[in-house]
């Protein structure tokens, strides 16, 4: 039998239409860059310094006219929006790496702008690996999303599940002694509060979304009580485990730039590029994955055919809330090294944001978590280097982007269609 | 209520007994009580396990098992007795203007989130799940302020601008989620998280900003003036109290909510969209207009609430002054059952949480567990299969409750 893959406008030319939204959108963010950031821009030097001091290669700085590099860039971003907006024209689809190169180049113009005149430049390396580090918890929290939703089950509850990790795995981590003990004592104790979820929302069919937001508040509540009523007692056995050790990989460490950013990290940031991949395979390539998927898009079809559609969704929530639960290890010894009241401080909430804007895939809503990490580090590098916008209104631009993408602007986003529906076997 | 009593007084003797226990012991209020009764009864668990005295004196139980016991004891009676007398009434006070202090705070601490908890309830409703009164509570504050610290206007006439543009500024944010909502069809949960994050940076820039919020000769600390004398919301009840004219806008909003929601047209429509939106559509009902009315109309009740905190201050605004309203009012909301009266009581219960919790931590109890109690009896009355399965109800519509049922209907018959 051959293999017929299934594209759209396949069966009608209707459902191909790709919206005319989102490459106006690029063309007007490209706008933005070329007048505000390059025509009218800032007429000072921009330092790109592309290699740490510890490094042994170190590459040479490049330091460019703002106006100048703005304008090119922005004319490159001009160019690809209307090839992006010529493509859609012709009912064809934007192939991603455009619009990741688009991406790349809006924020070496922001980053680059930004910097203008200041004394230390652009640090790439600083910028990109707290980038990766900080994005890790929300990366752990958004496959703990995809893999719930898409078996059709909202979880709420992954802020409270981060939180869980990072306190079991702080505590239990000083406690033994031993990080490693710690990180699966917090995937355990983030799974039984996804089973929480799982049982109330799969076999007791209550509403999804406000158990979520309950066992948040059970989280947050008990965390804060335990916080300030134990661990501040005897911090120092209860809440001192420190962090993981950096384990450099020989050779590929080496490499400029990308070397110290990936190849010089903590073990929560290698799992990590290995549950993602693993993760996609397992969804799309596997008939485990196949499965999952039916039950989140038709549970009745997948009953049918003999899924059996509670125990699924019960096992997929469940090992998301593990996924959660390294994710918030990746928090205390993963990053900060001690466990802080309400320290997940709405991760949670931002995995769920990341989601939607990679559309439920493994690979993009990494990659979007990486552009909230992006964000938090820009807060705290721009407010060093001290542009001429007031940062508050930096620190939005991750959100509003969110907003414009769920509002329909960067293409249909579409949920598993049983996402969040209870199934009654009948 | 009297009809079914008289009915079940025909019934023969064992199933009568069975019956009302049944009926009583599934109904809501028992259910409710049943709650809150173990959230406090868990707190108290908590207290003690990690109480350093307890575990102190139970390392030596075999040596002095009074004393381990009495200490137990005595955390929990620390503990739940200064949350009454923080809350409810003070019985160390040698007068009665100190002894009923803690009630009229109660009274102060619930009305924000009764009236918040009002707007969240609303959206519940129509079948929408807004988690965005942190935004427009913290956009009522910013107009408020605005009009409180930069307008000069007469007595009252102050204080009710300042209402209407706290209202005004929230009802524009809870319109945006509306419209979102409605036209482009986003999930107005997401909508809400991000808005609260555009709205917490946001009231930062504004509080910062020395042309809008900042106060006069500040610096870089966002900090606003203190309202001025004019538009605060003034003392209700004499001024040895802190209990202000926020009392009597929660009362009139809940007023307008039960009127709202049980007696107009409008809240017919909403509740019926909230019910079966395909139904509603089918009868004609615009439901996406609906959503956009319900959201701003609810963003109008977490505006009051934001005019209830923002023209009480001592002080100047900081960007603490949302002391986490507008997450309590999802609890309250839930808690109440979306509708008026319970919305009241729940406010109240926490509210008085919100009183106790300075006493408590006078009395060396940390007042942190309140928020595991408030957690855990929302988690209960929302889940009522867990309650039913620690207290080994019966469920509604269960073999027993069938039986009793149809044994009333026989006798009817007959």
């Keep these: 039998m051959s293999k017929i893959e299934v594209t759209p406008g396949m069966f009608s030319k209707a459902e191909a239409k790709p919206s005319l939204k989102a490459p106006l959108a690029m063309l007007a963010g490209a706008l933005v860059v070329l007048i505000f950031f390059g025509l009218l821009g800032k007429t000072g030097n921009i330092d790109f310094v592309w290699s740490d001091k510890r490094e042994t290669i170190q590459l040479p700085e490049f330091t460019v006219n703002s106006m100048l590099f703005c304008t090119i860039v922005g004319a490159l971003l001009i160019a690809i929006g209307a090839f992006s907006l010529w ?112 049982s109330l929302a799969i076999k007791y069919l209550v509403d999804q979304i406000i158990i979520g937001v309950l066992l948040n508040v059970l989280v947050i509540g008990v965390t804060n009580f335990l916080h300030s009523a134990w661990l501040n007692n005897d911090s120092s056995h209860l809440n001192f485990p420190g962090t993981f050790d950096r384990i450099a990989i020989p050779f590929l460490s080496e490499i400029p ?57 019960f096992w997929w929530v469940t090992l998301g809330g593990m996924v959660a639960g390294l994710g918030g290890a990746a928090l205390t010894i993963g990053n900060v090294g001690s466990f802080g009241r309400e320290m997940s401080g709405g991760q949670g909430f931002i995995a769920l944001a990341v989601v939607i804007l990679g559309r439920w895939q493994p690979i993009y809503v990494t990659l979007s978590a990486l552009l909230f990490g992006f964000t938090i580090i820009l807060r705290v590098w721009a407010n060093q280097v001290s542009p001429g916008i007031p940062v508050d209104f930096i620190t939005m631009v991750p959100y509003l982007v969110t907003l414009v993408a769920v509002a329909g602007f960067a293409g249909k986003v579409k949920p598993p269609a049983a996402s969040g529906q209870p199934y009654i076997k009948g | ?53 307890v575990v102190k004196s139970w390392s030596n139980f075999g040596a002095d098992p009074n004393y381990a016991l009495s200490t137990v004891w005595w955390t929990i009676q620390d503990g739940y007795g200064a949350l009454f007398s923080g809350s409810i009434f003070n019985l160390n006070s040698d007068n009665f203007v100190d002894a009923i202090r803690p009630l009229t705070e109660t009274l102060r601490f619930a009305g924000p989130l009764i009236m918040a908890g009002l707007g969240v309830a609303l959206t519940f409703r129509v079948g929408l799940f807004n988690i965005g009164a942190t935004v427009q509570i913290m956009m009522g504050l910013a107009g408020a302020t605005f009009v409180s610290t930069r307008l000069h206007m007469p007595q009252i006439i102050h204080m009710l601008v300042a209402v209407a543009a706290a209202v005004a500024c929230a009802m524009v944010w809870g319109i945006i989620v509306g419209v979102l909502k409605a036209r482009t069809g986003a999930n107005e949960v997401i909508v809400t998280i991000m808005l609260n994050y555009v709205a917490t ?121 949302e002391a986490g309203i507008g997450f309590d009012a999802i609890t309250v909301a839930l808690l109440g059952g979306s509708r008026a009266g319970g919305v009241v009581m729940a406010g109240l219960l926490f509210g008085a949480f919100k009183a106790g919790s300075s006493s408590m931590q006078v009395a060396g109890v940390s007042p942190e567990v309140l928020g595991v109690v408030k957690a855990l009896i929302v988690l209960f009355i929302a889940a009522p299969p867990i309650i039913r399965a620690i207290y080994r109800l019966p469920k509604p519509g269960s073999k027993v409750l069938e039986a009793a049922k149809s044994a009333k209907v026989a006798k009817v018959i007959k």
Excluded: C
Excluded at chain 1, 93 to 109: C, D, E, N, R, V
Excluded at chain 1, 168 to 190: E, K
Excluded at chain 2, 292 to 298: E, K, T, V
């Design chain 1, 87 to 198: 493509l859609s024209l012709r009912n064809k689809k934007t192939p991603f790496w455009l619009i990741a190169i688009y991406a790349l180049g809006s924020i070496m113009a922001l980053l680059g702008w930004l910097a203008t005149g200041a004394t230390q430049g652009v640090q790439m390396v600083f910028i990109l690996s707290n980038t990766l580090v900080l994005a890790i918890p929300l990366i752990f929290g958004g496959m703990a999303g995809i893999m719930s939703e898409r078996v059709g089950v909202v979880n709420i509850a992954i802020e409270g599940q981060l939180l869980t990790g990072a306190f079991v795995s702080a505590v239990v981590g000083t406690m033994t002694g031993n990080l490693y003990l710690g990180m699966v004592a917090a995937m355990i104790a983030a799974g039984l509060v996804s089973t929480v979820l799982a």
């Design chain 1, 257 to 313: 730039i990308i070397g110290q950013v990936i190849f010089n990290n903590r073990i929560t940031v290698y799992l990590m590029f290995l549950i993602v991949p693993v993760l996609w395979y397992v969804l799309f390539r596997t008939k485990l994955g196949l499965r999952a998927r039916a039950v989140g898009v038709n549970p009745l079809a997948a009953d049918t055919v003999g899924i059996n559609v509670a125990m699924t969704r």
């Design chain 2, 1 to 53: 209520m009297s009809m079914k009593n008289k009915e079940t007084k025909s019934l023969p003797q064992e199933t009568k007994a069975q019956s009302v226990l049944n009926e009583i012991m599934s109904g809501d209020p028992v259910r409710i009580a049943l709650s809150i009764l173990l959230g406090f009864v868990i707190g108290a668990i908590f207290m003690v396990v990690f109480n350093e005295d």
């Design chain 2, 201 to 321: 940076s946001l009231f930062t820039y504004l509080l910062r900003e020395p042309n809008l919020l900042l106060e006069a000769n500040g610096g870089g600390t966002p900090k606003s003036d203190r309202p001025d004398g004019t538009a605060m919301m003034g003392a209700l009840i004499g001024t040895e109290y802190k209990l202000n004219y926020g009392l009597i806008f929660a009362g009139l909003a809940v007023l307008f909510y039960w009127w709202l929601m049980e007696r107009s047209t409008f809240g017919f429509r909403f509740r019926m969209v909230g019910h079966n939106s395909s139904a509603a559509r089918a009868a004609g009902i615009k439901v996406e207009n609906t959503f956009i009315w319900a959201l701003a109309i609810s963003a109008g009740f977490a505006g009051l609430a934001a005019a209830a905190q923002g023209l009480s201050v001592d002080g100047g605004l900081t960007t603490s002054i």
